[in-house]
């Protein structure tokens, strides 16, 4: 049962073990302030339902992909 929750929930548990060890050293052991990281959802994720998937959001989404592209190949990036 144990080993079924921890497969079904995997990605909360990577999130977990990723908020307690980085590089090899434990960073936090508090229980509740991993929780905390691990349940709260990103504030810089952007609704789906805002994002423009017209042809000409498309359009406009790809033209500054590629003037983003040259400004770094101008700045030697």
Known sequence: MAVRTIIENYDL???AIDEIVDDGIILET????????????????????RIDFSEQGVNNLAQLGKSKLSDWLRQGL
């Open 30 to 49: 508090d229980p509740t302030i991993i929780v905390q990281r691990v349940s709260r959802a990103p504030t810089q994720d952007l609704p789906v339902g």
């Open 13 to 15: 548990v990577s999130l």
